[in-house]
């Protein structure tokens, strides 16, 4: 356990410690931080570095077991009417609990907290039905994807503007740290009800699973119809760090504590009806769950007090000034860093690799994510400077992302659409946005419009840059077949219908 803990610091570290550093860095030169606002944030990251560590531990330990178990006893039934309510639950109560939707939701009083947690969840859980169906009915991924965003882009139509950016920011923070291993382990776990192994269902889940969000969250708009959205503001540090840590901290144990228990509860009934897990292993899952309840706890303090109070200050301390351009390639270099420090980024691109037999390349892949998320947090720095409204940047972006997963093989479509969700982690969310927020508040523009959309642009451009990869990769790959034959593991990418990866 201590050797998977320290495995789990060093993850942590090297996530937030490039951003740190840069923070840091321009803090000390051209922003001129004051000595508290670097207190605070150095102890944010040192916190927020604990909780990280302590929380993917605990997901470990007992979301992914819980996935995998829930999903085999859920394959020996073979009956859609039991494993369709079980899917949607799980689906929905892990959201709940999702550090990435904590933060976001924290962020903004348009309607109750619980109301925007609930509808996003409750998106998730519909989306992961459909993933089963999916999975079931052998429909084509492209159909579905094309389908489920044009339901997006017709509700759009009748959602006000200001809730607009937030609807889609809603779908790139669903897919963390917390439900990302569970979802997978549950699909691993199902796959004895598949007809296919299980590296044939690896990609897509993740996809799915952050369009429902957008769809949920723009129902909500159109009910709420809300006029003026309050962007909560982070509380002046007038008790002192201490003080703010320490009145912090009971506030976060009690919210983590509602959002984990129907799970824990669901976890007990499960074991009591037909789980029966070895008591071993039900020792280990009740710790995961410690692990998680408190690291989420420090990890959500952390990002209050230290984290996002800095983000909105050094946008704002950026954008007043004679050369607020320098938001754009501060904002990219962020975005930079932020990637190459993901760990969800690199279980991915790993498994990419793995699942193609090295057809697919982990750099290449992580060279597209780079490049993508730095041109989409450069992209909405300008739209933060000027105003522009997130349609002229997610209209065409997703228009020829659908129009490209008609012409790329069927891997590529998955994995850039997975790529985009666990692109927007924690680094994004509890700096990048309220950098962003910062900087448009400072020049006067609505953050709603022009500050929220961050993640939903991060989220995006991953769909364009590994797509178009694999376009690229696709007829390389067919002028080499006219001249000699294709390796095994080569020609599976190329397929239109890969049998191993659909």
């Not at 009806?273 to 959500?300: A, C, H, M, N, Q």
């Not at 642009?457 to 990869?469: D, N």
Request: with cysteine.
């Amino acid at each position: 356990m201590l050797k998977n803990l320290w495995q789990k610091l060093r993850e942590s570290i090297f996530a937030v410690l490039p951003v740190t550093a840069i923070v840091l860095i321009a803090g000390m030169t051209f922003i001129k931080l004051d000595s508290a606002t670097i207190v605070a944030f150095v102890s944010g990251s040192f916190l927020f570095i604990i909780g990280m560590a302590l929380f993917s531990l605990g997901a470990e330990m007992a979301m992914m077991p819980l996935g995998e178990s829930v999903g085999a006893k859920l394959a020996e039934s073979k009956k859609l009417w039991v494993i369709i309510p079980i899917f949607f639950l799980m689906g929905f109560l892990i959201t709940i609990a999702e550090p990435d939707l904590q933060v976001l939701s924290d962020q903004v009083s348009t309607v109750p907290k619980w109301t925007l947690i609930l509808a996003v969840s409750g998106g998730v859980g519909v989306f992961m039905v459909l993933f089963l169906l999916r999975t079931v009915f052998k429909m084509k991924f492209a159909h579905i994807l094309v389908i489920a965003y044009a339901i997006v882009f017709v509700l759009a139509i009748f959602v006000p503007q200001n809730f607009l950016a937030l609807a889609f920011d809603s779908g790139g923070v669903t897919t963390g740290p917390i439900s990302v291993p569970f979802l997978m382990a549950l699909g691993i776990g199902l796959s004895t009800v598949r007809s296919g192994s299980k590296e044939d269902q690896s990609f897509g889940m993740i996809a799915l699973c952050s369009v429902g969000p957008i769809i949920a969250v723009m129902i909500i708009g159109i009910i709420f119809k809300p006029a003026d959205i309050i962007v909560e503001q982070t509380a002046a540090a007038t008790q002192g760090l201490f003080g703010q840590y320490l009145t912090a901290f009971p506030h976060y144990l009690g919210e983590v504590g509602i959002a984990l228990l129907p799970i824990i509860a669901l976890f007990v009934l499960f074991q009591t009806i037909s789980l029966r897990l070895p008591k071993r292993t039900l020792v280990k899952i009740l710790i995961g769950f410690f692990y998680t309840y408190i690291g989420l706890s420090i990890f959500l303090m952390a990002v209050n007090v230290g984290f996002l109070p800095a983000g909105k200050l050094i946008g704002a301390e950026l954008a007043t000034r004679s050369y607020s351009w320098v938001l754009i390639p501060f904002g990219m270099v962020i975005g930079f860093a932020v990637v190459l420090a993901e760990p969800a980024i690199h279980i991915l691109i790993e498994q990419v690799e793995d699942l193609t037999g090295g057809a697919i390349s982990k750099k290449i892949i992580l060279l597209c994510l780079t490049l993508g998320i730095s041109l989409s947090i450069g992209l909405a720095m300008i739209r933060v400077l000027t105003g522009l409204s997130i349609w002229y940047f997610l209209v065409p972006g997703y228009l020829i992302a659908l129009v490209l997963t008609f012409f790329v093989p069927s891997i590529f479509t998955s994995i850039a659409f997975d790529s985009g969700g666990v692109a927007s982690g924690p680094m994004t969310v509890t700096f990048l946005l309220p950098f962003a927020m910062g900087a448009s508040a400072a020049v006067g523009g609505n953050i709603m419009t022009d500050a929220f959309g961050l993640v939903a642009m991060v989220a995006m451009t991953p769909l364009l840059t590994v797509q178009i990869f694999g376009m690229v990769y696709k007829i390389k790959l067919k002028a080499k077949s006219r001249k000699k034959p294709l390796p095994a593991a080569a020609s599976i990418a190329v397929q239109e219908e890969p049998v191993s990866f659909e």
